[in-house]
């Protein structure tokens, strides 16, 4: 074989298909309905989110840059639109399952 070992590594093609990957793009969908099911506040949604994610709870600041993601995602869709949160929510639960901490297990 021409390739007898693989270093570890990102790269830019491994972080785009799991942005781009439909599949991964339904599991955050599942993951935002099943967490706005659960919980009624947003707060709760991104704690619960968070623990299922990485297993752990959230800390307050990460909680805070939870917030200030979904509230930028709600204005950037347009608040007046019915389902913005619901995109949010989505939104952010697609980034918590692209981030490192999720691929990779300290």
Partial sequence: PNCER???????????LMM??????????????????????LRAQQALAWR???G????????TIAAEFVSTAIAAAGPEK??????AMNEWCHALLCSSGFLYVE
């Fill in 82 to 87: 019915p389902d913005s949160a619901v995109t």
């Fill in 52 to 54: 299922l994610v990485f």
């Fill in 56 to 63: 752990r709870n959230a800390s307050d600041a990460e909680l």
């Fill in 20 to 41: 781009n990957n439909p599949f991964i793009i339904q599991q955050a969908d599942a993951l935002s309905a099943k967490v706005r099911a659960a919980a009624s506040e």
């Fill in 6 to 16: 693989r270093v570890a590594s990102t790269t830019a093609s491994q972080s785009l």
